[in-house]
């Protein structure tokens, strides 16, 4: 079966760095998408990798191993407005997205 | 570019009425849209892909007489909640999909760009 495994629930400090990670199993793979969510609100592209390696963008970053099955978010510089779920998808091979079921981002002052 | 938009963006109704979801897609051909619930505190649930000209193909336990969907033009789906009950009350979310020809940026040529929402309330 296809499946998507981050974690539920991450706290980290204002200022800091967090790191969210995800493995997946899928039915082939055409890129890796991470989306932001806000309570209340629907999900907005964050970033995309579909070759190994890491994608910058401002104070987002995305990593990603194919031979692993493994990405990573990485946010610095943590601001207040950062707290969201944070949701990872995979395109497979029939160009359909497999969700995770979101990290839930916890920012402390 | 690649806006969505949503309407309405929440509605209350009472038990046994329909509600009709539109999504459309602003700037771009959407041929494949796709139509999700997401419950308080709970992941995203895809309910059904929606196929520009044809019928829509549901996910397992989405009772396709209850959700009704119609995708009439590349630019346009809608969503039918048919006798609602108060079960029904959810964040309704659609995405499009837009593809694109590769760039010298890089970035995605095929993903999903989402629409607002719309909070349904079924009293």
């Known amino acids: 079966g296809q499946n998507i495994d981050q974690p539920t629930e991450m706290t980290a400090t204002e200022g800091a760095i967090v790191q969210i990670n995800c493995t997946y199993q899928?039915?082939?793979?055409?890129?890796l998408f991470w989306y932001q969510q806000h309570a209340g609100e629907a999900p907005t592209f964050l970033s995309y990798?579909?070759l190994d390696g890491l994608e910058e963008k401002g104070r987002f970053s995305s990593f990603l191993s194919r031979s692993k099955g493994y990405s990573y978010l990485l946010l610095k510089e943590l601001q207040m407005k950062d707290s969201a779920s944070y949701l990872c998808?995979?395109?497979?091979?029939?160009?359909?997205?497999?969700w995770g079921a979101g990290t839930k981002l916890i920012i402390k002052p | 570019g690649a806006v969505v938009s949503q309407h309405p963006s929440w509605v209350i109704c009472k038990s046994g009425t329909s509600v009709k979801i539109e999504c459309r897609s602003l700037?771009?051909?959407?041929?494949?849209m796709f139509w999700y619930r997401q419950f308080p505190k709970q992941s995203l649930m895809l309910m059904a892909t929606s196929n520009e000209g044809s019928k829509a193909t549901y996910e397992q336990g989405v009772e396709k007489d209850k959700f009704l969907i119609n995708h009439a033009s590349l630019t346009l789906s809608t969503l039918t909640v048919t006798s609602a009950h108060p079960e029904d009350s959810s964040f309704y979310i659609c995405s499009a999909r837009a593809i694109r020809p590769p760039t010298t940026s890089g970035g995605p040529t095929d993903t999903q760009y989402f629409g607002p929402g719309t909070r349904l309330t079924v009293l």
């Open positions: 990798n579909v």
């Open positions: 700037d771009f051909q959407a041929t494949t």
């Open positions: 998808a995979v395109m497979d091979s029939n160009y359909q997205l497999i």
């Open positions: 899928t039915s082939g793979f055409n890129g």
